[in-house]
């Protein structure tokens, strides 16, 4: 795209954003919202505070509250499943539920990974 045809495709934009901008400066409620703003602003200028003083006057715990959404509360954690590994070599069965076991990591150390997870019963 040739930069004059990106400058004309920027300024039919900025036309269109534009337009919808004073559509908005027109309608009541953005007006009513706006002057609230700008009264609350006042008001707490001239008492000295800021948002956050409100925000700590109506909800005290707002500041030590955790922000995660409540829905995502911690649960449990399912249970470890129990494996089960049978040597063929010599018939030694090791049952774990993590990767730690002495006896299984001397295995692996010996006869590879692969090997050992293929004797999972």
């Known amino acids: 795209m040739s930069r004059l045809a990106e400058f004309r495709r920027l ?44 925000i700590y006057i109506l909800d005290p715990q707002a500041g030590t509250r955790h922000h995660a959404p409540q829905a995502q ?15 063929p070599h010599n018939g030694e069965v090791v049952q774990t539920k993590g990767g730690n076991h002495a006896v299984l990591k001397a295995w692996k150390a010996e006869h590879g990974a692969e090997v050992v997870e293929s004797w999972r019963a």
């Open 73 to 87: 509360e911690k649960t449990a954690r399912k249970p470890r499943e129990a494996k089960v590994y049978r040597n």
């Open 11 to 54: 300024e039919q934009q900025l036309a269109q954003q534009l337009a919808e901008l004073e559509a908005m400066k027109s309608d009541g409620s953005i007006q009513a919202e706006m002057e609230f703003e700008n009264k609350l602003r006042a008001l707490l200028t001239d008492y000295g505070f800021n948002l956050k003083d409100v």
